[in-house]
């Protein structure tokens, strides 16, 4: 399978190449490609989430531990002293990199439910809402931040079918098909549990119609 470099650097390419082309064809401003860029970047190393000893899962946890204590701090300041503040933020960053990390560790199979486009869904539906309720963002640039991470999580799926592919021997590894699939046929409870998810973001998303909107000016891109 394709390490984390290779992973990392295509989907930047990959993050580059949207966010510059989006910009040129009018569908969001110059300061938005940053982010968009960006969130690609992220979905080129999510899928290996569910790899335990991998960097992306380091990085990853790392984040969303900074993004907590951030939060935390933000919804907490006007409610707590100081040296309470930073106790409760030390205490968000702790739970969040180690105890949730070993507990996600836990309970995911590298290879399974995350390198699926199921999983792939969830996520991007699952930053849209974030993007749109509270980051505040308008309707096309929520929907714009769940595409750009599904992008981002199909480059690494496809990265990891190429690599199953043993072009110098001719022969298919025993990992294809692991990686760019529809959902966990291993584990079918765990496909029906992130499909509920999914389905619950819906009174979060934007409205459904800017989203065919934005994808129907995208296709532009490539005619």
């Known amino acids: 399978m394709a390490n984390f470099q290779t ?3 295509v989907a930047v390419a990959g993050g580059a190449l949207l966010a510059v082309s989006g910009w040129h064809a009018a569908l969001w401003p110059a300061a938005d490609a940053g982010p968009l860029a960006a ?4 979905g080129g190393i999510l899928p290996d989430i569910d790899s335990d000893h991998s960097r992306s899962i380091r990085l990853i946890f790392t984040l969303f ?8 701090a933000l919804m907490l300041q006007d409610r707590l002293s100081p040296g309470a503040l930073v106790v409760a933020c030390g205490g968000l960053y702790v739970g969040v990199r180690y105890v ?3 507990v996600f560790k836990r309970f995911t199979v590298h290879r399974g439910i995350w390198h699926s486009l199921l999983a792939a869904m969830l996520c991007g539906l699952a930053t849209s ?4 309720q509270l980051l505040q963002q308008n309707a096309w640039m929520a929907w714009a931040h769940g595409i750009a991470l599904i992008i981002g999580t199909l480059i690494h799926l496809l990265l990891d079918e190429m690599y199953s592919v043993d072009l110098v021997g001719s022969r298919l590894k025993r990992s294809f098909g692991t990686a760019f699939k529809l959902f966990d046929y291993r584990e079918p409870g765990n ?4 499909l509920m998810l999914a389905a619950g ?3 979060w998303l934007p ?4 989203l065919i909107d934005l994808l129907a000016q995208g296709s532009r891109l490539w005619r």
């Open 65 to 72: 531990a900074v993004l907590a204590v951030v939060g935390g």
């Open 129 to 132: 809402a974030v993007s749109y």
């Open 39 to 42: 969130l690609t970047a992220f």
């Open 207 to 210: 409205p459904w119609q800017v």
């Open 191 to 194: 496909s029906v549990v992130m």
């Open 201 to 203: 973001l819906a009174p």
């Open 7 to 9: 992973h990392l650097s």
């Open 100 to 102: 949730f990390g070993s």
